[in-house]
């Protein structure tokens, strides 16, 4: 079994930063890729970024490259998304998933087996 666990939501102006963690708790932690998601009001849940654990490669939104990076520290077994230059439109909770071993691409919510629970972020204009 798996948890997960988001923090480093909030509120921030447009323009501005945060920063969001997903610590993973595991016996055994292997995985092979770990994605963040976002949902917003009325809208289907929506791929953000993935990073694939073993090889570090990442991937990437039209909407958010250039402006979001994702990182991951193994030793913390928790994986970051840094969000820059942030718009009213990235106003959404963001999840993060994993996908223990291959089970399709990574920008496909239905490939994920484990969900944390959502942190809000909310950008102001």
């Known amino acids: 079994q798996v948890q997960l666990v988001e923090s480093g939501g909030g509120l921030v102006q447009a323009g501005g930063s945060l920063k969001l963690s997903c610590a993973a708790s595991?016996?055994?932690?292997?995985?092979?890729?770990m994605g963040w998601f976002r949902q917003a009001p009325g809208k289907e849940r929506e791929f953000v970024t993935a990073i694939k654990w073993s090889t570090d490669s990442t991937y990437y939104a039209d909407s958010v490259k250039g402006r979001f990076t994702i990182s991951r520290d193994k030793a913390k077994n928790t994986v970051y998304l840094q969000m820059n230059s942030l718009k009213p439109e990235d106003t959404a909770v963001y999840y993060c998933?994993?996908?223990?071993?291959?089970?399709?691409?990574?920008?496909?919510?239905?490939?994920?087996?484990?969900w944390g629970q959502g942190t809000q972020v909310t950008v102001s204009s």
């Open positions: 595991t016996r055994t932690f292997s995985f092979y890729a």
């Open positions: 998933a994993t996908q223990r071993t291959y089970r399709g691409p990574v920008s496909s919510k239905d490939y994920y087996d484990y």
